[in-house]
């Protein structure tokens, strides 16, 4: 644990820091640890029960093709394999064999008796280079003692998650009964709806700002409109887009990329906006966004370069060598975040 060198951050909130990186000597494996320290004093109780959720699913599942491999866990971290892909509300998988691939997935943790449980996310399903499935993210998984009752209606839920996720990215692959089972919630699930999800929407979004799952939409709702105002403002500035983006501390920070006139200082624009009332943490000039064919910004090969995901843009841009190889320079051009 100690030896770990942290490349980029990839998710922060109360309960923990999720830090891609590599042990010290071995750059050429890169792996993930959830870090458990420096939290607040009442999230340290919850973070540990998630933790010890995750650390027991994982080493439940191990061998399994498609979900991480736990290297080693303790109260202070646990340290995973690394699972390189998108997820899939970037990747938006439309081909038959990625959720046949997915299924299997699931038939596997069934036969281990496991149940993720959150698998309603799209972040939480990834789609690598390849086309096959990953699953991440096993803090609220649930390892059972037997087949009983409710770890039936658990694996029935996750399995209606994936049919929801491909009706959501690919309808035309989802069959009359498969519309059926997205429509079929279970008992556990309607009560959960009328009760216990209320309460969950009502903590992680109005208290921790958690209205994109990542607990970084809140920094772009409150602060990008005047952000925003501030750089049009400003002389020299043709484009301006703002994400958000996970920082050390368990805080969100909000990335600039700006299409300016040549000659235009980045640190003269980061101090300017400021001045203007605007509170863009990072500022990057490029010499253009990407854009898709009909002209729309693609804003997820922005959310990469400003979480440092470098490795995963050959894969959202393939196909279009142009594309390419504006992601790559303005990857290139990213500055320090700490």
């Keep these: 644990m100690t030896e770990f060198v942290t490349e980029t951050i990839l998710k922060t909130d109360e309960f923990s820091e999720t830090q891609k990186g590599h042990l010290a000597g071995a750059p050429e ?12 004093w009442w999230a340290h109780p919850i973070a540990q029960r998630l933790a010890r959720r995750e650390a027991r699913a994982l080493a439940a599942c ?38 046949r691939d997915a299924a299997r997935i699931l038939r596997e ?24 499935a990953e699953v991440i993210d096993f803090q609220l998984a649930r390892v059972h003692r037997r087949r009983g009752w409710l770890f039936r209606q658990m694996a029935y839920e996750d399995f209606r998650h994936l049919l929801k996720q491909k009706r959501r990215f690919a309808p035309g692959l989802l069959s009359a009964r498969g519309r059926r089972i997205v429509e079929d919630r279970t008992a556990g699930s309607l009560l959960w709806r009328a009760t216990g999800k209320r309460l969950y929407v009502a903590i992680t979004r109005g208290l921790f700002d958690w209205s ?61 906006q ?65």
Excluded at 29 to 37: D, E, F, Q
Excluded at 71 to 77: C, K, N, V
Excluded at 111 to 131: C, P, S
Aim: contains cysteine.
């Design 29 to 40: 494996r890169p792996l993930i640890r959830r870090v458990l320290t420096g939290l607040p």
């Design 212 to 272: 994109d799952g990542e607990g970084l939409g809140g920094r772009a709702e409150r602060d990008a409109p005047a952000t925003e105002a501030a750089f049009r403002a400003l002389p020299g500035l043709r484009s301006v887009v703002l994400v958000p983006f996970p920082r050390s501390g368990r805080t969100a920070g909000l990335y600039a990329f700006c299409e300016a006139d040549p000659g235009t200082d980045a640190a003269w624009l980061a101090a300017a």
């Design 109 to 132: 943790l069934r036969r281990a008796r496991v149940t993720h449980n959150d698998l309603a996310k799209a972040q939480n399903w990834l789609m690598t280079a390849e086309g096959r």
């Design 274 to 338: 400021r001045a203007a009332g605007g509170s863009a943490d990072v500022v990057q000039i490029v010499d253009a966004l990407p854009r898709g064919a009909n002209g729309a910004i693609r804003q997820e090969i922005l959310q990469l370069v400003a979480q440092g995901r470098s490795d995963a843009l050959a894969q959202v841009t393939a196909g279009d060598p142009a594309l390419a190889a504006l992601a790559a320079r303005i990857a290139d051009g990213r500055p320090a975040v700490g």
């Design 62 to 99: 191990r061998g399994i093709a498609g979900v991480p491999q736990l290297i080693a866990a303790d109260r202070r971290a646990i340290l995973r394999s690394y699972s390189d892909g998108l997820p899939l509300h970037v990747a938006q998988p439309a081909d038959p064999a990625f959720y």
